[in-house]
């Protein structure tokens, strides 16, 4: 379990060093060519694109997204397929492709669909990655930065912007990572930003922000009462839909340990914690 989770942080450090949101991509093959960048996050979901020399953006709503482990055995990377359809006046306009491998981009083209003109594109590496990452969920549009700083903005369609500032990453190696999930089971997608622990940096410390469908706004997680808890953070968060529990595993001492919590009357309670033995 130990070594498994150090080796997982390291991938995760690789994965986000060299395929980092969002991807700049520029076209193949045209008489004129251009760009765009292409935001995603979890499975493919809270996704956009931004044409280069436009202000505006277009929503991208995900279709299939699958990963192929079939080259695991001879030691090769995970392959993650996307395709999006594109919205416009929320209407398909047309659909995009993207394979990501552990440093490449493999597929990745543009149907358009009233004349089905396929647009092929390949990774524009020429840019300098400045950190910035952005997901449009619900409607809102959420920025933040990978690596170099702790500010979080949510940018709502009545043109309210909020600014926050997440918790400070205590190493210049460490990257945060965004999950867009349901953490609480209410059928809305949430999304949590993550960083290393600041011991040994082999699990990460969660902060959550919940989407309230009545305000239309995110609003930070009140985190429980840590009183009974192995853990005293949030952290390498597990969803479990079917029992609507959440799990909570870090590293105390020597030991692995796991907190179960459900929610009860709209707060985080504590269940029961225990050992997680290798």
Known sequence: MKSFKILFLIAVFFACRYNAQPFNLKSVGEAKEFGLKIYYGTHGKGAFVQYKGQKG?????????????????DGQPDFTSYIWEEIIDGKINGTYYLTEGLRDLFDVKYIRKKDNRTFKFEEDKTEKFD??????????????????????????????????????????????????????????????????????????????????????????????DFSKSKCECLCDLKMDKNKKIISSECRGGARWWKDLYQ???????????QEIVD
């Open 57 to 73: 953006i277009i929503p991208l709503q995900i279709k299939s997204f699958n990963v192929d482990k079939s080259g695991r055995e």
């Open 131 to 224: 950190g910035v990452s952005k997901f449009l969920l619900h409607d809102v549009m959420i920025d933040y930065n990978i690596v170099y700083d702790d500010r979080l903005k949510f940018m709502y369609s009545n043109k309210q912007t909020v600014n926050l500032e997440l918790p400070d990453m205590d190493n210049p190696n460490y990257s945060r990572q965004a999950i867009i999930e349901d953490y609480n089971f209410d059928g809305f997608d949430d999304i949590s930003f993550s960083i290393p622990d600041g011991g040994m940096g082999v699990y990460r410390v969660f902060t959550v922000f919940i989407y309230n469908a009545k305000t239309k706004k995110f609003e930070k997680l009140i985190e429980p």
């Open 263 to 273: 929610y009860k009357a709209g707060k985080l309670v504590w269940v029961r914690s």
